[in-house]
């Protein structure tokens, strides 16, 4: 006996009914794209390497997958190389290309690349599959999806301030209660400078980042581990500790950062971003984080993660600002600001919440019942009809029982049956059963294209 198929661990398929609610997130997200004016593009699943290594940190280079060279990979190599070559280089020689780990880096490389062809600031957006070789938990998959907007080329906080409202409309389109949290890396640098360890910025903000998982005193072993000398570990505690408004923070972080340029600018863009918002303020909740660090290296500046205020899972949309990442493919000085839309999460809690809407889980509206061939010869052109007009309709393709036709229609949760039989023929008319109820009316196809109508 064949063993049972099965996909990777950390991989799904999705049913019709999955893929409904699937695209109903898609479709919103990217209509809020698109009246931001953001434009679309697409880059390949898998990058090269160089492309990708250094680019997420230590541990994010750990998670992405790596593609063996194609054909005889190994051919090239000689039997001394393969058995005498470190672990690290001989997995740059047998393999030259990988999976995305994010759209982000290959965003940076595709501006370098067309740079010649784009117009700055350049406003994009990506719904693409990434993938990452992580351990799959709730919430966390080694395939999943981001829906990513940046702009590129563009100082300016405004950036940030629409990147908020984007994230707002979204979620509020969605039907979800959101919080979006909001820090500076600049802020973060600041601080590293001022307890004495400025060379551990990735240290630090790699572990800060974990506060709210495992508390203030794993955080603080976690640090003394990394090496951080204990008096900076007593100075950093009481600003990770610290407590109020928004205001009160950003007031005791202003004494705190005095002696740190970088960690006052940091502070005097947060505060912007606080004014811009005023002037139109977002329906979600939006709180200053201090402990917020999005563990990537490649921020800069502003960042934002935005968690759900009904239901614990983790992130459910982040990103930042990133003044080098370019910088690295060989165009230097342009800035970038960005976030990505988990969708996976996001249809999670959409789920749990049962928030989807009821249109999203139905498919067809219509099913023409089949009593036999010049039935069908007389369906057909209404079908077309039907169709041209948006209503999504069909036919059961084989002339069976009635029984098995309307089990069908229930087992599809199509709303509606139509019936025309040589009397329904020979009249002009359509009999429309509206199964929920079991009432029936006859109609004439102008009549039934009216009746369903999306417009109606």
Known sequence: MADKPSIPK????FTPLEMARRMHIFDTIRTIFKIHGFLPIETPAMENLSSLMGKYGEEGDKLLFKILNSGDFKGKLTDRELTDTPAGRLGSMISEKGLRYDLTVPFARFVVQHRNEIIFPFKRYQIQPVWRADRPQRGRYREFYQCDVDVIGSNSLLNELELIQIIDEVFAALGLKVVIKLNNRKVLAGIVKMIGEPERMTDITVAIDK???IGMEKVKAELEQKGLKPEAIEK??????M???TEEKLDFLEKFLKGSETGLNGLAEVRKLFVYMEADLPGAAVEFDLTLARGLNYYTGSIFEVKSAEMEIGSICGGGRY???TGIFGLEGVSGVGISFGADRIYDVLLQLERFPERSELDTTLLFVNFGEQEVQHIIPILGRLRESGITSEIYP????MK???NYANSRKIPYVALVGEQEVKDGVVTLKEMESGNQEQ????????KLSPAK
């Open 404 to 406: 098995k036709q309307m």
């Open 323 to 325: 003044d080098d990442l």
């Open 243 to 245: 407590m109020g408004t």
């Open 398 to 401: 084989d002339q069976v029982k």
């Open 443 to 450: 109609l004439t196809p102008a009549q039934l294209v009216e």
């Open 10 to 13: 950390g991989t799904r398929d």
């Open 211 to 213: 506060l709210e998982k």
């Open 236 to 241: 950093l505690e009481p600003v990770l500790k």
